[in-house]
């Protein structure tokens, strides 16, 4: 099968870093159709570039989010979720694009993470909705589903919102693209509280915790990490730029 893995990736100092460790990572994977949506009204050159020079199958695509939904760099990052737009484009251009005789699986890669070669491997045999731990996330070290000794999902550790119906994070699951070409309603919805998005996707495919399957050795390895780079600061481009000096990085991408 193919993995399909949908990218949101937006235009900040990080963005050509964080790309270009996962174009090394998936360089690695095998049978492997990187789906880059860019967070822009027009593709970038940065990211057109990237991709091009980066050896990966990729298809490039672009949703801006609306302003109004859009964070300020003052706002706290749980005012509005992120990557929104980006996924339900991705996720119309396969439904579009791909032809329903295919083989594969949706994965969501956002562009920050830190995954493991072996994490595609084990999603590959994802029959419809398959989960796995994440590590650093939800202020904890770990989020994982619990897994009975016969291998069934049975529970999961999160300690934020654990009521959630599937509380776990946008990395920690995977999806047959037969499951998603079936269940074409569904897509990531802006109606839903705060840290409910994982939740109510995956509400559309299945109808309950007993269909989960779970990954990474029945849940006992971290294949993925929940990694986040920290904004970085540029003061001394203002000072430049009080001073009439041009930005250092003039002619660069
Ligand atoms: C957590 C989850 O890991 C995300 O998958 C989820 O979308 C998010 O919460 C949420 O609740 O919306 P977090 O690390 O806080 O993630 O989110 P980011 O990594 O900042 O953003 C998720 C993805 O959306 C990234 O690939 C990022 O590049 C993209 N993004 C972010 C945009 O395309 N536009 C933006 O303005 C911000
Ligand atoms: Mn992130």
């Not at 996962?22 to 860019?38: Q, R």
């Not at 396969?94 to 956002?110: C, K």
């Not at 509380?167 to 920690?172: E, K, L, V």
Request: neutral net charge.
């Amino acid at each position: 099968p193919m993995i399909y893995a949908i990218t949101p990736t937006y235009a900040r100092p990080v963005q050509k870093a964080e790309l270009i460790r996962l174009c090394h990572t998936f360089l690695l994977v095998p049978n492997f159709h990187w789906i880059v949506v860019e967070d822009a009204a027009e593709p970038t050159d940065l990211v057109t570039n990237l991709l091009k020079r980066c050896g990966v199958v990729y298809t490039q695509l672009k949703a801006l989010t609306p302003p109004e939904m859009k964070l300020k760099p003052r706002d706290p990052n749980w005012r509005y979720p992120r990557g929104v737009w980006q996924r339900n484009e991705a996720l119309t251009w396969i439904r579009n694009n791909v032809p329903v005789s295919r083989e594969g699986v949706v994965y969501f890669a956002d562009d920050d993470n830190t995954y493991s070669l072996e994490l595609f491997q084990d999603l590959r045999s994802t029959k419809a909705v398959s989960v796995f731990p994440v590590a650093l996330v939800g202020g904890v070290l770990l989020e994982k589903p619990e897994v009975s000794p016969d291998g069934r999902v049975i529970g999961f550790n999160a300690l934020w919102e654990p009521q959630r119906p599937y509380p776990i994070d946008m990395a920690g699951f995977a999806v047959n693209l037969q499951l998603i070409l079936a269940k074409s309603e569904a897509k990531f919805s802006l109606e839903v509280k705060r840290g409910y998005l994982e939740s109510e996707f995956i509400g559309h495919l299945i109808s309950g915790r007993e269909e989960l399957e779970a990954k990474a050795d029945l849940c006992t390895k971290v294949l993925v990490w929940h990694t986040r780079a920290e904004a970085i600061k540029t003061t001394g481009e203002n000072i430049r730029k009080r001073k009439g000096l041009p930005m250092t990085n003039v002619g660069f991408e």
